[in-house]
T-cell receptor, first 111, second 108 residues
Framework: GAGVSQTPSNKVTEKGKYVELRCDPI?????LYWYRQSLGQGPEFLIYFQGTGAADDSGLPNDRFFAVRPEGSVSTLKIQRTERGDSAVYLC?????????FGEGSRLTVL | GIQVEQSPPDLILQEGANSTLRCNFSDSVNNLQWFHQNPWGQLINLFYIPSGTKQNGRLSATTVATERYSLLYISSSQTTDSGVYFC??????????FGAGTTVTVRA
């Protein structure tokens, strides 16, 4: 596609529920990233994929968070047993040569 | 990780004015990007500028890597320039560290 596509754009869920957020990167981009942005702050790194493998997952806050990219293109960020503190905008980015391009984000609200 | 400081935190401009935003970083970098986050939350790429000077219309940027800072210049500001400007840096090509941003408000 022309840009990074993220779905859903908005997700409201209840505490304790499971959530999946999807990212479709720019066609041909081998690298894919997930970031999280809380209100009034800059985005924070979560995880980076080069191809199908997670090259760096050091930003995932705990084991409730997991991400996959099984075919080296689309990625899914999975959050188990959601907590109110997980509420944020989850941003996906992709790159080919180092410059990152971001999607519009998925706004997650945990009630 | 690399520390990124942006200044000023807030900037109010009259339409037509010029301004300079600054980004200081704490370590050597091989990736530096400037973004504009619009009111809908979209991060728009402005510059990929680990070193040197670039210009794009009314915007230009300069990075002095040896002195660990970058500057973003906005000339003849317009109301559509309003939003948050982020500087982000990396020493390993992928793990961008973002500053806290500069919130720019341009008044007609």
């Amino acid at each position: 596609g022309a840009g990074v596509s993220q779905t859903p754009s908005n997700k409201v869920t209840e505490k304790g529920k499971y959530v999946e957020l999807r990212c479709d990167p720019i066609s041909g981009h081998t690298a894919l990233y997930w970031y999280r942005q809380s209100l009034g702050q800059g985005p924070e790194f979560l995880i980076y994929f080069q191809g199908t493998g997670a090259a760096d997952d050091s930003g995932l806050p705990n084991d409730r968070f997991f991400a996959v990219r099984p075919e080296g293109s689309v990625s899914t960020l999975k959050i188990q047993r959601t907590e109110r503190g997980d509420s944020a905008v989850y941003l996906c980015a992709s790159s080919l040569t180092g410059e990152l391009f971001f999607g519009e984000g998925s706004r997650l609200t945990v009630l | 990780g690399i520390q990124v400081e942006q200044s000023p935190p807030d900037l109010i401009l009259q339409e037509g004015a010029n301004s300079t935003l600054r980004c200081n970083f704490s370590d050597s970098v091989n990736n530096l990007q400037w973004f504009h986050q619009n009111p809908w939350g979209q991060l728009i790429n402005l510059f990929y500028i680990p070193s040197g000077t670039k210009q794009n219309g009314r915007l230009s940027a300069t990075t002095v890597a040896t002195e660990r800072y970058s500057l973003l210049y906005i000339s003849s500001s317009q109301t559509t320039d309003s939003g948050v400007y982020f500087c982000a840096v990396s020493s390993n090509d992928y793990k961008l560290s973002f500053g806290a941003g500069t919130t720019v408000t341009v008044r007609a």
